[in-house]
């Protein structure tokens, strides 16, 4: 289903993948339908708040929202958090809770090893950014059995024909248009934010939402075929499954299912050193991703870049990206 397979123009051939890939997610059965409001605090830039998400599929999850003290509607910030094989903590990896919550430590100890020691919503706040951050299905508020669970939730899953990608998938999509709703936002200068695994989620919902009008996705790019490699987590189980969709696998390249966004204003950032993203296999999917959106008439939308670091998303890479952020939604 890559574009070129067929004798279509781009806009054909997106037209008819994303009604395909849609259909194998379903979407549309999952919406936020009720939100309570279980804690607020207030910080020097911005007033925050702990928020319970009921999702039309069943599933509560916590989530936190930064409201910049800055005049509204402002532009907003999908903010996705990463897996990192640890789950007691999830939303708490980007957006810190009160000073006084006993997650603060295991939060900080995150930020340190992976964000500079900086949490990256904390920055977007004070930028002007609204910001939210919802747990994913295993994470804090929804915590599971650990890293050896991860491949029976998925097994379960599948017992009632939903994959668990599916799953994070549609409430993400879910989580975005509750974001743009919101009356603090606004609804044209949404983007989605996230490294890792949270990386591969902003790209995604990039491409499977209307309400995301421009994404950063930082460490993880790659093509299908560089990835299935000996060692590689793809073929490991377990955490892949958060990231297979039994419909779409094996049909659409990664970069393909991201070309899905083009022309959308797009950020992609890769370490030379990371161990997860080979730099000549992210070289490879980048090439594609500028074939494809400037297929689709947007070239000058999309920045890829590598540097020399690991798997990481240091204070330098995070201010790059919200720079390069701040000139398409603001300027």
């Not at 925050?48 to 929202?65: D, T």
């Not at 920055?123 to 002007?128: H, N, S, T």
């Not at 377990?238 to 299912?257: E, I, R, T």
């Not at 990481?312 to 995070?318: G, T």
Request: with cysteine; proline share 5%.
């Amino acid at each position: 289903m890559r574009f070129g397979a067929a004798a279509v123009d781009f806009a054909t051939w997106r037209s008819s993948t994303f009604a395909y890939v849609v259909q194998s997610i379903d979407p549309d059965v999952c919406h936020v339908d009720h939100v309570e409001m279980m804690e607020q605090w207030d910080c020097s830039s911005y007033a925050g708040k702990r928020l319970s998400l009921r999702f039309s599929n069943g599933e509560v999850a916590e989530a936190h929202l930064l409201l910049p003290h800055r005049r509204t509607p402002a532009p907003a910030l999908l903010m996705f958090h990463d897996h990192g094989a640890t789950f007691d903590i999830g939303k708490e990896k980007v957006i810190p809770p009160p000073s006084d919550n006993p997650m603060r430590k295991a939060a900080r100890a995150w930020a340190d090893r992976f964000y500079g020691g900086r949490f990256p919503a904390e920055e977007a706040a004070r930028r002007g950014y609204v910001v939210l951050s919802v747990d994913a299905l295993g994470w804090s508020s929804r915590c599971g059995n650990g890293y050896d669970a991860q491949q029976a939730l998925a097994a379960n899953l599948m017992q009632f024909g939903v994959s668990l990608a599916s799953v994070v998938a549609m409430e993400d999509i879910a989580a975005a248009r509750f974001l743009g709703a919101l009356p603090e936002v606004d609804e044209k200068r949404v983007a989605s934010f996230g490294f890792s695994f949270g990386g591969y989620r902003a790209w995604q919902v990039a491409a499977l939402s209307a309400d995301i009008a421009a994404f950063c996705a930082i460490s993880w790019m790659g093509t299908l075929n560089g990835l299935m490699q000996t060692g590689s987590n793809q073929l490991r189980g377990q955490s892949a499954f958060y990231m297979l969709h039994p419909q779409v696998a094996g049909k659409l390249d990664y970069p393909d299912f991201a070309g899905l966004a083009a022309p959308k204003p797009g950020y992609f950032l890769s370490g030379r050193q990371d161990r997860h993203f080979p730099p000549a296999v992210v070289e490879t999917a980048f090439a594609r991703l500028h074939e494809l959106w400037s297929e689709g008439q947007g070239a000058q939308n999309l920045t890829t870049a590598i540097w020399h670091g690991g798997h990481e998303f240091p204070v330098p890479e995070q201010d790059a990206a919200l720079n390069w952020l701040d000139a398409v939604l603001k300027g």
